[in-house]
């Protein structure tokens, strides 16, 4: 590639707080210790940084422009998505476009959310905002229908995956029970206490058929901070640095479906067998990677059937072959491509993203605990959604 972010900015440090359904906390004074941890984590000082980006900024949820000025920070320059957890990599790909551009030098993201924000509005109400918006919404929020929140989306994109490759909700099961089993090692996850068995997954009730309670990811509260910073500067500091090889932004457009992959023939989608090309993923090719070289893979798992909607996507699998994959023991530690090892939105804790982004940084730096993944040089984070992200230690 003509301009290439490889190996040209990196990840120097990482911190979040205490997470929780009702910290009772503001989403400033989260977003503060998760900066004031990730600083100590990198050996910065709060007048290094001067840039700060996220992918959040909505009633519960701090806005950016007010962080620097309630934190007592001068910044060059703020960068914020609209409020969606898989825009994630969007917020960290915008700061190291600027790092390398020399715009600015530390860039923070962050997320935080407290006060019981949920509590607002009971999931299903009608959507809120999104459901209202002309065409249906990002989530295919289509109120008219019923379809009134993400998981209905989700559940649509299920249903049609049961019916053309046979999959069924007990595989999902093997899903939940993966990722539940990874919190389990994690000292910061909600769920590391709290076993999951297939029974459990399958007498579960029903949230939006075909999908139970355990295909549901947490919702919580408590807050984030990855720092990021030129390759050049990350050598002289506290913690090896995580270099960022490549990027690959989220598509859009009639072939897509939010929650689903290419060729599933849901709105205006086109019904086909999908099997990614080359030109799909220039992610590999800015990373120099194949598939051979992703010793663990990272997701946004805000639903289960996502896990196998990403593994089909990025070409890790074929068509309808993720089930019987995940079945095998491939996802789980020790097994051929471990996934959302820190146990994921499913089980740790949602943070829109940034959990596993810290997650990853540990695990390249060597200090997951019980959970490492032996002999990790290489990692991907990539979604359902298309967009990805691969770092190397």
């Known amino acids: 590639m003509a301009s290439s972010l490889k190996d040209q900015v990196a990840v120097v440090g990482v911190g979040h707080t205490q997470y929780g359904r009702r910290l009772e906390r503001s989403p400033f004074d989260v977003i503060a210790e ?14 290094d940084l001067d840039g700060i980006a996220s992918n959040s900024g909505s009633p519960g949820s701090a806005d950016m422009d007010s962080v620097p000025t309630l934190l007592g920070l001068k910044v060059k320059g703020y960068w914020q998505t609209w409020s969606h957890g898989r825009y994630c990599g969007t917020a960290l790909t915008w700061a190291a476009l600027n790092i390398n551009a020399g715009i600015v030098n530390y860039v923070a993201l962050v997320h935080g959310s407290g006060g019981g924000r949920r509590d607002r509005r009971p999931q299903g109400d009608g959507g809120g905002g999104e459901a209202a918006r002309e065409g249906g919404g990002g989530h295919a929020e289509a109120p008219e229908y019923g379809m009134t929140s993400p998981g209905a989306g989700t559940a649509l994109a299920t249903r049609r995956y049961f019916d053309r490759f046979g999959a069924t909700s007990r595989q999902l099961a093997n899903v939940a029970m993966t990722i539940r089993r990874h919190a389990n090692l994690n000292p910061s996850a909600l769920f590391r206490d709290r076993i999951l068995s297939v029974e459990d997954h399958q007498t579960s009730r029903f949230i939006c058929e075909p999908l139970h309670l355990f ?11 990855v720092i990021l910073t030129s390759a050049e500067r990350a050598k002289n500091l506290k913690k090896p640095p995580v270099y960022l090889m490549g990027t690959q932004p989220i598509p859009a457009g009639r072939h897509e479906f939010i929650f689903g992959i290419p060729g599933m023939g849901i709105g205006q989608m086109e019904n086909y067998e999908y099997r990614p090309t080359v030109d799909d993923h220039p992610v590999y090719r800015m990373a120099g990677v194949k598939h051979e070289d992703i010793d663990g893979l990272f997701t946004y798992d805000a639903f289960t059937p996502l896990i196998w909607f ?84």
């Open 34 to 47: 998760a900066i004031q941890n990730a600083l100590d984590d990198a050996g910065l000082r709060w007048e």
């Open 215 to 225: 295909d549901y990811c947490l919702v919580t509260e408590g807050g984030t901070c």
């Open 310 to 393: 990403t593994l089909e996507r990025f070409g890790f699998v074929g068509p309808g072959e993720a089930p019987a994959f995940v079945d095998d023991g491939n996802i789980a530690l020790g097994g051929r491509l471990p996934m959302n090892t820190n146990g994921g939105l499913l089980s740790e804790v949602h943070k829109s993203g940034w959990n596993h982004q810290i997650e990853i940084v540990r695990q390249l730096r060597g200090e997951a605990g019980p959970r490492q993944i032996k002999d990790v040089e290489v990692i991907q984070w990539a979604n359902a959604y298309g967009d990805s992200l691969i770092y190397r230690r």
